[in-house]
C-alpha cells in the first residue's frame, strides 16, 4: 500500500513543530531514518508529545500500546500507520 | 559522616518521638496503620475535580469532610490550602504523640518539608475564573482566593501553626520531596542546628499532575500494581505526613519514648533524563548504598524495604535493578513492599508518608502487603509481600527508597530503637 | 566560591551587572499586558532578562525541550564553571551536587499547561510542558547538563531562597558530603505572574502618569520591582582550588536560617525579636561581630512590610552600633531572579554601588537610609539578607580570600 506523498509531508512538518526540532528543514527528513533512538534521536517524550500532535493533526485515536512501536519507526511507517487509521475511518484524505 | 563532630567523628544519634499524617486511608495514624494492614488499595473514583475528560477516572484521595472540626473552625476561610490543611494536621499529630512542647524551643525547633505543587489546585481555580474573566465571562476572583500557592505553603503552614523560629525550608524535588526533607532534617539535627526537627511533606490532587501524568501515559486505568507483571503505571494520591526527630540523649533526657532511629540517609541524581529513570537504576543503587553506609550498616542488615514502587513499567524495573545492584542473592529473599499500591502515589509527600508506613512496619513487627493483584513477574525477581502481612517479629532495620521524576534519588533508614548498637 | 555565572535584567555575566549597579538604574521593560489578566491601572513593568538567547551555553538539541528557567540555570552554571577553569568533562561525577531555589519554577510552562488542561480540555496536555513543571526541572535539567550525580536539591523558599540553597550547599562540601557544588537561584517573571504579583498589591504601583517605581526603605515605598533571571555559584573545598590554582573569588562564611511565624502567608510579619536573635547569634561567630561586617547587601526590595522588618532586624542584631553601608541590589535587578548572590560578590570586591534608586526620604518608622552612592572602602566582609514573605529567612557571609 502506498502512502501519499502528502501524508509524509505532514509528518515532517509535524516533527519540526511539535518537537521544536530547531533548524531542522522538513524535506530534508528522509523517508526512512529511525526516529527515536540514533537517526532524529527522539526519546519517549517526543513519542508521546508526537501522539497528541497527530492526533490533533489527523483526528485519529492512537492507543497507548501502539506508541513506540514499529509504526513509530520512521516517516514511512508512520505515514503508512496513520493512511491506515484514516482509511478505516473512510476519511477521504486517506492515500490510494 | 555529615553532620559528625569534626574532632571525634561521632555523629548525634537522631530518632523519632512522634509521626503524624493524613491520607486516603483516614486523617489519623490508627486509620493508616489499619488500611495498610488490610491491604485494600484507597484508590478508586474520586470527585475533587472533573476528570471526565481523561483517560483514567481513579485515584487516592483524603476524605475532605472527616476533618477533625476542631481544626477546621481554626482555619480562616481564605488561605489556606488542602496541602497546607493536612500538613498542619499531620505535624499537629506528631507533635502531639512525641510530646514536646514547641513553645519551649522555639528557636531550636527547625521544620524540614517536601512539596511537589503546593496549594496548585486552588490556584487552578483562580485560574480558571481570572481567565474567564479575560475572555469576558465573569469577574475577576479575589486575590483573596489565592490560598498559598508555592510549594513552601505547607511548609510554612507547619512552622506558623507551631510558632517555631528555627529553620523552615521546603524542597521541592518531585517525587523524592518528603524523604529529602527528612534526609536535611537529620542532618540537621545531627549537626546541632536545631533540637528538635519537624519533618514530612505534603501535596494535594490537582489538575496539573493528573493532566500531566496522563499525558506523559503514565497512569494506569486501574490502580496501580507495583512490580507486578501487568503494571501499567501510576495511581495518584494525595496527604501529608510529618515526623518529629530529635537528639537521642535529649529525647531520653526528658522523659520521651523514641519510637526509631533515623539511622541513615543519603540522596543522588541520575543526571539522565527528565523523565525515565537510569535503566538499571544506578543512581538510586548509590542512594541506597549511601544511606546504609550513613547508617553504617551492611546490606545484609537490612530486613525489609518499603519501595518506591509506582507500578510504572520502567520505574519499578530500574528499581528492581537497584535493589538487586545492593543486595546480590538476597533479593529473593528480602521482604519488598509499596505503599504506593494502597495509597497511590503522594508525589512530594510520599517519601515521607512511606517514611511513616515504614516505621510503623517496625513498630508492629509486620511489613504491610500489597494487594494480591495481578501475575509476578518473572524480570522482577523481588520477595513481594501480597495479600496478607508478613509478620517478622525481629525485624530491626528498614530501607524506604524514593526516585524522582527528574532524577532525584533518596534513601532512608531505621533502625528499631533498644535495637541500636550504641557503640556507634 | 570558584566561579559565579549570572544571567539576569542587566545583561549576561558580572560586568553587565556592575555597569548597572555603578549608575544606580534599575533594568526594567513593559510587561506585555496582552492577555487581559491584568488589573487596570496596576503595575507595569518588570525586571525582565532582554538577551533571551542562550545558545552560545547550550545546544539547541539539548535546549529544545527546556523551559527558559532550566535554560537560565544551565546557562549560568555553565558560565560559573568555565570561570572555575572545570572543563566538561570533569564538572560531573558523584560527587558533585545541586542545590537551587526558585519561588515560581516554571511560570510559562506551567500556564501553557494548564491553559489547556482547563480551556481545551484534559487530552490536549502537552507531555513536553509537564516534564518542565515540575518546579526542581531546572536543577535536574542543569545534573543532566554536567553529569552531576550527587545531591539533587531545589529549595522553595522565596526570597530567602538563594541563601538558603548556597548555605545548604556549603555546608555540603564543609561536611564532606560533596566535593563540589552548583548553587544559586532561577526565576522566570512571566506576564501571569506578573499581573498575580499586581493584584496581590505585591509590586510597587504606578504614580499617575508615571511608572512604578521600587523606594527601598523609602517613605513612600508601596512594593517590589519583580525581576528574573539565575545566577550560579561554584563551590569547593579552598584546599582543592588552591590545589587546582582555581580562583576564590570568596570564601563562604557563617550561613543561617530562621522563620518569623507571625509572618502571614505572602506577606513578611512582626517578628524581628527572634530574626535579630538568630542573625545576632550567627555573627558571633564571625570575627569581630558585628563590627566586622564591612558591608551589607540587603534583600529590601521596597516591601512595605518587607523592608520594614529587614530594617528592625539590622538595627536589632547591630544593638545601638551604627549600622554598615546598606547595599540594596533588588532596586536594580528587581524581587527573584538570581537573588543578591553576584551584587553579593561584587560588594566584596570592592565594586562600585551608585546611589539607590527609588530612596528619597527615608521612613521615620524605621530610620533607614540605604547606600547614597558613595565610594566604599572594599570589606573584608559581607552580610547579604533574604527575609521571605511567609516567614522564612536566611543570611550568608562572603569573605575575602586574601
Known amino acids: ?96 | 559522616m555529615p553532620g559528625a563532630d569534626p574532632e571525634t567523628g561521632t555523629a548525634r544519634t537522631v530518632v523519632v518521638t512522634g509521626l503524624g499524617a493524613v491520607s486516603p486511608l483516614g486523617w489519623s495514624l490508627e486509620s493508616l496503620w489499619e488500611g495498610l494492614r488490610a491491604g485494600l488499595t484507597a484508590v478508586g473514583p474520586f470527585d475533587r475535580f472533573d476528570h471526565s475528560g481523561h483517560r483514567t477516572h481513579i485515584a487516592a484521595q483524603v476524605d475532605l469532610a472527616s476533618e477533625p472540626r476542631r481544626a477546621r473552625r481554626r482555619w480562616k476561610a481564605r488561605r489556606v490550602s488542602n496541602a497546607d490543611r493536612f500538613a498542619v494536621a499531620a505535624a499537629r499529630a506528631a507533635v502531639a504523640r512525641s510530646a514536646i512542647d514547641p513553645g519551649g524551643c522555639r528557636e531550636r525547633t527547625g521544620v524540614y518539608f517536601g512539596s511537589s505543587t503546593g496549594g496548585m489546585f486552588e490556584s487552578e481555580t483562580y485560574l480558571e475564573t481570572l481567565l474567564a474573566a479575560a475572555g469576558g465571562r465573569g469577574r475577576p476572583p479575589a486575590a483573596s482566593l489565592l490560598a498559598s500557592q508555592q510549594n513552601n505553603g505547607p511548609g510554612d503552614a507547619v512552622a506558623r501553626d507551631l510558632g517555631i523560629s528555627g529553620p523552615a525550608q521546603t524542597v521541592s524535588a518531585a517525587c523524592a520531596s518528603g524523604a529529602m526533607a527528612i534526609g536535611d532534617a537529620i542532618l540537621a539535627v545531627r549537626r546541632g542546628e536545631v533540637d528538635v526537627a519537624i519533618a514530612g511533606g505534603s501535596d494535594s490532587l490537582c489538575r496539573l499532575t493528573y493532566a500531566g501524568f496522563n499525558a506523559l501515559r503514565s497512569v494506569d486505568e486501574r490502580p496501580c500494581r507495583p512490580f507486578r507483571r501487568d503494571r501499567a503505571g501510576l495511581s495518584l494520591g494525595e496527604g501529608a505526613a510529618a515526623l518529629v526527630l530529635e537528639p537521642l540523649e535529649r529525647a531520653m533526657a526528658r522523659g520521651a519514648r523514641p519510637l526509631v532511629l533515623a539511622a541513615g540517609e543519603a540522596a543522588t541524581c541520575d543526571a539522565h533524563h527528565m523523565t525515565s529513570p537510569h535503566p538499571e537504576g544506578r543512581g538510586a543503587a548509590e542512594a541506597i548504598r549511601g544511606a546504609l553506609a550513613d547508617a553504617r550498616l551492611d546490606p545484609l542488615e537490612i530486613d525489609f524495604v518499603n519501595a518506591h514502587g509506582t507500578g510504572t513499567p520502567l520505574n519499578d524495573a530500574a528499581e528492581c535493578a537497584a535493589l538487586v545492584a545492593v543486595f546480590g542473592d538476597r533479593t529473593t529473599d528480602l521482604p519488598v513492599t509499596s505503599t504506593k499500591s494502597l495509597v497511590g502515589h503522594l508525589l512530594g509527600s510520599a517519601g515521607a508518608l512511606e517514611a511513616v508506613a515504614t516505621i510503623l512496619c517496625l513498630l508492629h513487627g509486620e511489613v504491610h502487603p500489597m494487594p494480591d493483584d495481578g501475575m509476578s513477574d518473572p524480570g522482577i525477581p523481588l520477595r513481594l509481600v501480597l495479600g496478607r502481612p508478613l509478620r517478622l517479629a525481629r525485624a530491626r532495620h528498614a530501607l524506604s527508597t524514593s526516585l524522582a521524576f527528574g532524577g532525584a534519588n533518596a534513601a532512608l533508614v531505621f533502625t528499631r530503637h533498644g535495637d541500636h548498637d550504641a557503640a556507634r | 566560591m570558584t566561579g559565579l555565572g549570572t544571567i539576569g535584567p542587566c545583561g549576561h555575566g558580572r560586568e553587565a551587572l556592575a555597569a548597572a549597579l555603578a549608575v544606580g538604574k534599575p533594568a526594567v521593560a513593559e510587561v506585555d499586558r496582552g492577555a487581559g489578566l491584568h488589573r487596570e491601572g496596576g503595575a507595569r513593568t518588570a525586571a525582565l532578562v532582554g538577551e533571551r538567547d542562550l545558545s552560545r551555553f547550550i545546544a539547541p538539541a539539548a535546549a529544545r525541550r527546556m523551559s527558559f528557567p532550566s535554560k537560565l540555570a544551565v546557562a549560568a552554571a555553565r558560565m560559573a564553571l568555565a570561570e572555575a577553569g572545570i572543563g566538561a568533562t570533569e564538572a560531573g561525577g558523584p560527587r558533585v551536587g545541586v542545590y537551587l531555589s526558585t519561588t515560581f519554577g516554571s511560570g510559562q510552562f506551567t500556564e501553557l499547561l494548564l491553559r489547556q488542561v482547563l480551556l481545551e480540555g484534559a487530552e490536549a496536555a502537552q507531555p513536553f510542558y509537564f516534564s518542565e513543571c515540575v518546579a526542581n526541572a531546572p536543577a535536574a535539567q542543569l545534573a543532566i547538563a554536567v553529569g552531576a550525580r550527587g545531591p539533587n536539591v531545589m529549595l522553595t523558599q522565596r526570597e530567602s531562597g538563594p541563601l538558603l540553597a548556597v548555605g545548604r550547599a556549603a555546608q555540603a562540601v564543609r561536611e564532606g558530603r560533596v566535593d563540589r557544588a552548583l548553587a544559586g537561584a532561577v526565576e522566570e517573571v512571566t506576564p501571569l505572574l506578573h499581573a498575580l504579583l499586581d493584584r496581590f498589591g505585591a509590586l510597587a504601583r504606578p504614580e499617575g502618569a508615571r511608572p512604578e517605581m521600587p523606594r527601598p526603605f523609602d517613605r513612600r515605598r508601596d512594593g517590589f520591582l519583580a525581576g528574573e533571571g539565575a545566577t550560579i555559584l561554584v563551590l569547593e573545598r579552598e584546599d582543592a582550588a588552591r590545589a587546582r590554582g582555581a580562583p576564590a573569588l570568596a570564601r563562604i562564611g557563617w550561613s543561617g536560617a530562621a522563620f518569623d511565624s507571625t509572618a502571614d502567608v505572602s506577606d513578611w510579619g512582626d517578628g524581628h525579636v527572634p530574626l535579630a536573635a538568630a542573625l545576632r547569634a550567627g555573627l558571633g561567630e564571625v570575627p569581630g561581630g558585628v563590627a566586622g561586617i564591612g558591608a551589607v547587601v540587603s534583600g529590601a526590595s521596597g516591601a512595605r512590610r518587607g523592608d520594614r522588618i529587614e530594617a528592625r532586624v539590622l538595627r536589632a542584631a547591630w544593638d545601638g552600633a551604627a549600622l554598615p553601608p546598606l547595599l540594596v541590589p533588588k532596586a536594580v535587578t528587581g524581587e527573584y531572579g538570581g537573588g543578591i548572590l553576584a551584587p553579593g560578590l561584587l560588594a566584596l570586591e570592592g565594586a562600585r554601588f551608585g546611589p539607590t534608586p527609588g530612596f528619597v526620604e527615608p521612613d521615620p518608622e524605621i530610620d533607614v537610609t540605604p547606600h547614597r552612592g558613595a565610594a566604599l572602602r572594599a570589606p573584608a566582609r559581607v552580610l547579604l539578607t533574604g527575609l521571605a514573605s511567609g516567614g522564612g529567612a536566611a543570611w550568608l557571609v562572603l569573605e575575602r580570600t586574601s
Open chain 1, 1 to 96: 500500500m502506498a502512502e501519499s506523498p502528502e501524508i509524509r509531508s505532514r509528518i515532517k512538518h509535524l516533527l519540526v513543530d511539535a518537537l521544536h526540532l530547531e533548524g531542522l528543514v522538513p524535506l530534508e527528513i528522509a523517508d526512512d531514518a529511525p526516529l527515536f533512538g540514533e537517526g532524529l534521536g527522539l526519546d519517549s517524550v517526543d513519542a508521546l508529545e508526537l501522539v497528541v500532535a497527530l492526533e490533533k493533526e489527523f483526528g485519529v485515536r492512537i492507543q497507548s500500546h501502539e506508541v513506540g512501536k514499529e509504526a513509530f519507526a520512521s516517516v514511512r511507517t508512520l505515514a503508512a500507520f496513520i493512511d491506515g487509521r484514516l482509511a478505516a475511518a473512510g476519511n477521504p484524505n486517506a492515500g490510494s
